[in-house]
């Protein structure tokens, strides 16, 4: 997390002529494929405000059904402290946008502030929380991170060819995101939200129905 905070800061002070950030964002939102701007668009939406409450949402309804009631307060704290150390870092950095023209925008904005990238923290956070869920569940966590970083990825790299955001940016949000979400397991385990030996108490269940 000190990692995202010093590289914020960096980049921030700098600035993105000087980085060479701009010149990549100029590139990137001039070469980049209808399909991909196609996808940015649907990212813009899906991983927006709306879309990443619905999500987190889906998350939590998992554990409830799954009989891991206890572990909703930790799956729900991930998401927001993602969130909340996003939007202090981004109105404390106060970097603006990449400016339109010379990089081309394809999406509306909703804030001035781009560092670092809101929608790639979330998807961050919500990806961290859904291998916790796998983890606890003594699924294989693994395959979830497997499937989970990639679209991370996606995701970071959507909001710079969509014109939303500098590398440095998208960079920070994930640093972020994984440093919030490995203090908030830390604090977790230090309460007792989380076991000793990293495991959930109990394996994620369907409910018996009884006749």
Do not use: N
């Not at 100029?26 to 709306?50: L, N, S």
């Amino acid at each position: 997390m000190l990692l995202a905070v010093a590289l914020a800061t960096v980049c921030t002070h700098l600035g993105a002529r000087r980085t060479g950030e701009l010149r990549v964002s100029v590139w990137a939102t001039h070469h980049d494929p209808a399909w991909a701007e196609q996808v940015g668009r649907w990212i813009d939406t899906g991983f927006g405000t709306v879309g990443a409450v619905v999500m987190i949402v889906l998350v939590v309804l998992v554990l409830l059904i799954g009989g891991r009631r206890r572990d909703v307060v930790v799956e729900v704290a991930l998401f927001l402290a993602t969130w909340g150390a996003c939007s202090l870092v981004k109105h404390v950095a106060a970097r603006h946008r990449p400016p339109a023209p010379p990089v081309r925008r394809v999406v509306a904005l909703q804030d001035p502030y781009s560092m670092p990238s809101g929608h790639t923290a979330i998807a961050t956070g919500i990806v961290a929380a859904i291998c916790f869920t796998v983890w606890l569940g003594r699924g294989s966590h693994r395959v979830a991170l497997g499937i989970g970083l990639p679209v991370v990825l996606v995701v970071a790299a959507s909001r710079v060819l969509v014109g939303a955001h500098y590398l440095g940016d998208v960079t920070v949000a994930m640093l972020l995101g994984a440093g919030v979400c490995l203090l908030v397991l830390a604090l977790g385990r230090s309460v007792g939200r989380i076991t000793p030996d990293l495991q959930g108490t109990e394996p994620l269940r369907l409910p018996i129905r009884r006749s």
